[in-house]
């Protein structure tokens, strides 16, 4: 009886070789392969979504996150590479753009639109009087020596009257000061002095009328040394107005070094109730000190004025030796 052959087992199958990315470096190792994953078909795997930056969502970028294929897969990354760098140039450029935009002329630049922009304490509710003195009047150079006298008694007024008041009298203190003219309010006694009343009332106190007769008198002794009292006043700020620019009211002071040194000349030579603060209230509407808003419309307006003024002449050769002669009535 034959004998049946002894089965021989089957050789395994010889383990493949792969390179294996080890933590020390490539290795070679042993990899048993499973025969089942082997038949198994090898599984697509979806592209994974590209990670869209918020830059790109919130500027309405669209970028593909998908892809039916490898090959679509890459072609949609560098696509979507490609719109994000566009995207973020684009932004720049927004934001460059958002940088450079121009800023709307103001009124110190000439680019008034609208109503017209006033220094902050002109406001709907003002004295429209007091309105149109500081559009026409309050800050331009004046060289006129009646018109510079009646300013300086406004100015001493004003401890008493506010600018309104001033300006609902200005008819009655002309009629009253003789027009303002230092000659003949220098003549003034006792009797005089006593009939300026408005209604019954002094217009101002007694001593403010004492004083505006005084500094007539001061006024004319002025006018005979340095020829006008436009050239001593003016003297001081070099016959040049200054120009402060402030942006705020609250920058605007109630005098200054200047105004001390003319209050203190002043002074001495014998006139009255000419404090630093009527001083610099005086430059202030004379045009010597040009304290308008840098907002107000009128700021330019003044220097426009005084640059092209031509009813002021310069003092003579005679006026500066005087000038020289007198330290006291140098200006600072």
Same mark, same amino acid.
């Given at each position: 009886?034959?004998?049946?052959?002894?089965?021989?087992?089957?050789?395994?199958?010889?383990?493949?070789?792969?390179?294996?990315?080890?933590?020390?470096?490539?290795?070679?190792?042993?990899?048993?392969?499973?025969?089942?994953?082997?038949?198994?078909?090898?599984?697509?795997?979806?592209?994974?979504?590209?990670?869209?930056?918020?830059?790109?969502?919130?500027?309405?970028?669209?970028?593909?996150?998908?892809?039916?294929?490898?090959?679509?897969?890459?072609?949609?990354?560098?696509?979507?590479?490609?719109?994000?760098?566009?995207?973020?140039?684009?932004?720049?450029?927004?934001?460059?753009?958002?940088?450079?935009?121009?800023?709307?002329?103001?009124?110190?630049?000439?680019?008034?639109?609208?109503?017209?922009?006033?220094?902050?304490?002109?406001? /709907? =509710?003002? !004295? *429209?009087?007091?309105?149109?003195?500081? #559009?026409?009047?309050?800050?331009?150079? %004046?060289?006129?020596?009646? +018109?510079?006298?009646?300013?300086?008694?406004?100015?001493?007024?004003?401890?008493?009257?506010?600018?309104?008041?001033?300006?609902?009298?200005?008819?009655?203190?002309?009629?009253?000061? /003789? =027009?303002? !003219? *230092?000659?003949?309010?220098?003549?003034? #006694?006792?009797?005089?002095?006593?009939? %300026?009343?408005?209604?019954? +009332?002094?217009?101002?106190?007694?001593?403010?009328?004492?004083?505006?007769?005084?500094?007539?008198?001061?006024?004319?002794?002025?006018?005979?040394?340095?020829?006008?009292?436009?050239?001593?006043?003016?003297?001081?700020?070099?016959?040049?107005?200054?120009?402060?620019?402030?942006?705020?009211?609250?920058?605007?002071?109630? +005098?200054?070094?200047?105004?001390?040194?003319?209050?203190?000349?002043?002074?001495?030579?014998?006139?009255?109730?000419?404090?630093?603060?009527?001083?610099?209230?005086?430059?202030?509407?004379?045009?010597?000190?040009?304290?308008?808003?840098?907002?107000?419309?009128?700021?330019?307006?003044?220097?426009?004025?005084?640059?092209? +003024?031509?009813?002021?002449?310069?003092?003579?050769?005679?006026?500066?030796?005087?000038?020289?002669?007198?330290?006291?009535?140098?200006?600072?």
């Amino acid at each position: 009886m034959p004998v049946p052959a002894k089965l021989r087992p089957m050789a395994k199958p010889v383990a493949e070789t792969r390179a294996v990315l080890g933590p020390g470096g490539n290795r070679v190792a042993a990899v048993a392969e499973d025969p089942k994953r082997r038949s198994e078909p090898q599984k697509q795997r979806k592209p994974v979504a590209a990670e869209v930056p918020p830059l790109a969502v919130r500027s309405g970028a669209s970028v593909d996150s998908t892809s039916s294929s490898n090959s679509n897969s890459s072609s949609s990354g560098a696509s979507s590479v490609k719109k994000m760098a566009k995207c973020r140039r684009t932004l720049k450029g927004v934001v460059g753009a958002r940088a450079a935009r121009p800023v709307s002329l103001g009124a110190e630049d000439g680019g008034v639109s609208g109503p017209l922009k006033r220094c902050d304490w002109i406001t /709907a =509710n003002s !004295d *429209p009087l007091y309105t149109s003195f500081h #559009d026409a009047e309050w800050g331009v150079p %004046v060289h006129e020596d009646r +018109k510079l006298f009646e300013l300086l008694v406004f100015s001493q007024a004003l401890a008493e009257l506010s600018w309104s008041m001033i300006l609902q009298l200005k008819e009655v203190f002309r009629k009253l000061f /003789a =027009n303002f !003219d *230092p000659s003949c309010i220098a003549r003034f #006694d006792e009797k005089k002095m006593l009939c %300026v009343k408005v209604n019954g +009332k002094p217009l101002l106190s007694e001593p403010k009328l004492r004083a505006v007769i005084e500094n007539a008198k001061q006024t004319i002794k002025i006018q005979e040394e340095f020829g006008s009292f436009s050239n001593y006043i003016w003297g001081f700020v070099n016959h040049k107005p200054i120009r402060n620019g402030f942006r705020y009211a609250r920058q605007v002071p109630v +005098k200054t070094p200047r105004a001390e040194v003319i209050s203190k000349n002043m002074m001495q030579r014998g006139f009255c109730s000419v404090g630093p603060t009527v001083i610099y209230s005086f430059m202030q509407v004379a045009g010597m000190v040009n304290d308008h808003l840098l907002t107000c419309f009128r700021y330019r307006e003044c220097n426009v004025i005084a640059d092209t +003024k031509t009813d002021f002449k310069p003092k003579t050769e005679e006026t500066e030796v005087k000038h020289e002669g007198s330290a006291s009535a140098r200006p600072s």
